[in-house]
């Protein structure tokens, strides 16, 4: 008998120890915060320069840190025309140089866009034009905003140029692109 009750009294103890001790557990909560941010969009108005009869739009629209551009463009000759980003939203004089040269806030040399010798942040490109004279051009890039307020990337007072020729990415300061033939300040 005093075997059982020592037995007994082992798995007592040992239950007893075994026993998980109730702690107290202090949760903290965290609130998160989940910024949403409205698209910014600006749509432009390409108006005939240099006699010509080029015409269309341009939309902007800022998204997620990237801005895309989408152009629409007609009264073209056929074949290949350069688009580009000038100075100032400017487009009074007849043949579009009110707008300045090219947008370049970085100093760089004018060049193909994504170049790693340099390029303006105002050049864009080429586009061609159909036989019917209408072209099209999209792109987006992080290194613009719209009103953002930083003057190495932000786009509004500034005016899109398209050119009677292709740009060749050589020349300087310009692309040898040709007289500008229409033109629209990048203003809300």
Avoid at 4 to 21: D, E, G, H, P, Q
Avoid at 67 to 96: F, N
Avoid at 105 to 125: A, S
Avoid at 126 to 133: I, L, W
Wanted: net charge negative; aromatic share 4%; with cysteine.
């Amino acid at each position: 008998m005093k075997k059982i009750t020592i037995l007994l009294l082992a798995v007592t103890i040992s239950f007893t120890a075994c026993k998980k001790k109730k702690e107290e557990v202090k949760v903290e909560e965290e609130t998160v915060t989940t910024e949403v941010t409205k698209a910014k969009k600006v749509k432009i108005t390409l108006n005939a320069k240099s006699d010509s009869n080029t015409s269309g739009n341009v939309v902007f629209k800022e998204e997620d840190g990237s801005v895309t551009m989408t152009a629409i463009i007609s009264g073209l000759t056929a074949g290949e025309h350069a688009i580009h980003i000038h100075q100032t939203a400017d487009c009074t004089s007849a043949d579009g140089k009110s707008a300045g040269g090219h947008w370049n806030p970085t100093g760089k040399p004018h060049g193909k866009w994504g170049d790693v010798t340099g390029y303006h942040k105002g050049d864009i490109g080429n586009f061609t034009a159909d036989e019917n004279g209408n072209g099209t051009i999209s792109m987006t890039t992080d290194e613009w905003c719209i009103g953002c307020g930083d003057s190495t990337k932000d786009i509004l007072g500034k005016a899109v140029i398209v050119h009677a020729g292709a740009d060749d990415f050589t020349s300087q300061p310009s692309g040898a692109a040709g007289a500008r033939v229409s033109c629209a300040g990048i203003i809300e």
